[in-house]
């Protein structure tokens, strides 16, 4: 038995305490972040770059997710050397 949040039992249109068949299929693709061109110069500069894509998939998305969220250029700066920083050290 898999328990679902309601935003998939809404999307399968199924209600809570129903059950449902559900089929599970392995996805094989490789899973690729798109990194923002400044973020990726800080990283090559510090040569932390390897770091980062060793960094698992859903790490790098949040890395990513940082920086361009950022509203304002000074905060996205900070998360760009924080991120950096944390890498290096790596």
């Known amino acids: ?7 998939h039992r809404k999307a399968a249109g199924v ?3 129903e059950e449902t068949d559900v089929t599970l299929e392995l996805d094989l693709e490789p899973r690729t972040v798109e990194l923002p061109k400044d973020l990726k110069a800080a990283l090559m500069e510090a040569n932390a770059l390897a770091a980062f894509e060793q960094s698992s998939p859903s790490m790098k998305k949040e890395y ?3 920086v361009e969220e950022a509203k304002a250029p000074e905060t996205r700066e900070r998360r760009i050397a924080k991120i950096v920083e944390k890498l290096s050290a790596a």
Do not use: D, L, P, Y
């Open 64 to 66: 990513v997710r940082q």
């Open 1 to 7: 038995m898999i328990s679902f949040n309601s935003e």
């Open 15 to 17: 209600q809570g305490g």
